[in-house]
């Protein structure tokens, strides 16, 4: 059930898939787009009140987050895939009417989680960015819940590609627990920590858009791995 939800989202989100679910098999077997019939949740994290971590020059966690999320929708987008955001702009999905910050941000997660779960999707992927006390750490890392062999395998795949194509970082996929929509999510899915803010080298790259379209690009090949590994060895052979 969503949870003081602004409509707007709930009525973009379900509209989106009311169209989609129009189409037969028939009208689109034809487009051999390898994520056609897919229906994949992108989760910014943060937003609105909420700025997540921030870097030493007070960029925040939920721009970063943001852009490379809409990066990756067009990559999937291109690939047949419907691609349902929890949020497309500077947003939180509390209800205007919800005072208090933690309150606000307990009501964000769980309509989150609501669009993840009452959706009918297939897949979700989660973005956030790390930052702890000391600037010594840096690479991106895919977290899973193990409860879901899909999750792992997919998890896997996302986090082979960020090694592959980012080349900063020799972190490998793990299992935790003590994540709310990673514990709560019914469908597999991974969550995504694209790097560290608290690195000012790493948080540097993170600000280019041209590192994060290849952040974006990594996540789709790691898709495309764990969906039609054929294509993404013959993508990777071209490269």
Excluded: C
């Excluded at 500077?90 to 933690?102: R, Y």
């Excluded at 992927?125 to 000391?134: D, K, V």
């Excluded at 299992?175 to 080298?201: M, T, W």
């Amino acid at each position: 059930m969503f949870i003081g939800i602004p409509l707007a989202i709930i009525f973009s989100g379900l509209a989106v898939y009311a169209i989609f679910s129009m189409f037969s098999s028939e009208n689109t077997a034809g487009l051999e787009m390898p994520l056609s019939g897919q229906i994949i949740v992108i989760d910014p994290g943060h937003g609105g009140v909420d700025g997540g971590s921030s870097a030493s020059d007070g960029t925040q966690e939920k721009e970063i987050a943001l852009a490379i999320s809409l990066k990756l929708r067009d990559y999937l987008q291109a690939s047949g895939a419907l691609v349902l955001m929890t949020r497309e702009d500077d947003s939180d999905l509390a209800g205007s009417d919800t005072k208090g910050i933690q309150i606000e941000k307990q009501e964000d997660l769980k309509n989150r989680l609501a669009l993840i779960n009452e959706t009918n999707s297939d897949y979700y992927i989660s973005l956030h960015l790390n930052a702890i006390h000391s600037p010594r750490w840096r690479g991106a890392q895919t977290f899973y819940n193990r409860t879901f062999e899909d999750s792992k395998n997919m998890a896997e795949s996302v986090q082979s590609e960020m090694i592959r194509q980012l080349e900063n970082t020799n972190r490998t996929a793990l299992a935790i627990n003590g994540k709310y929509i990673v514990d709560q999510a019914r469908i597999p899915g991974v969550l995504v920590e694209v790097g560290f803010l608290s690195n000012p080298n790493e948080a540097a790259d993170l600000q280019s858009e041209e590192y994060q379209d290849k952040i974006a690009a990594s996540i789709y090949q790691g898709m495309l791995r764990y969906k039609v590994p054929e294509m993404a060895k013959e993508n990777e052979a071209e490269q």
